[in-house]
């Protein structure tokens, strides 16, 4: 059974820092990629960060700078360190795993999501 588990969602102030955690675990073939995807309240899902097991990183131009995400490959583990954070970042933010099986198709498993509030 896959699970995709987030932690380290919680209430941080203006400036201030979080760092959320994703593991995942029962997935058979390869975890090719991981990333943070992010919903506020009335808008669409949206990445703000992944990383692929070659270490190449992509960030939405909202975080660069700001955020930071890293992957321990043989954990199938993400990381996603939040400095600076401003009150825009709240949403709640899932974790996605990416699959590859040895004729390329590719899976994708998500978490069920930890909430980030920033607020002062």
């Known amino acids: 059974q896959v699970q995709v588990v987030e932690s380290g969602g919680g209430l941080a102030q203006p400036g201030g820092s979080l760092r959320l955690s994703c593991a995942a675990s029962?997935?058979?073939?390869?975890?090719?990629?991981m990333g943070w995807y992010r919903q506020a309240p009335g808008k669409e899902r949206e990445l703000v960060a992944a990383i692929t097991s070659g270490g190449s990183t992509n960030y939405a131009d909202s975080v660069k700078g700001r955020f930071t995400i890293s992957m321990v490959n043989a954990k199938n583990t993400v990381y996603l360190q939040m400095n600076s954070l401003k009150l825009e970042d709240t949403a709640v933010y899932y974790c996605n795993a990416e699959s590859l099986t040895t004729t390329r198709v590719r899976a994708n498993y998500w978490g069920q999501g930890t909430q980030v509030t920033v607020s002062s």
């Open positions: 029962g997935i058979v073939f390869r975890v090719a990629a």
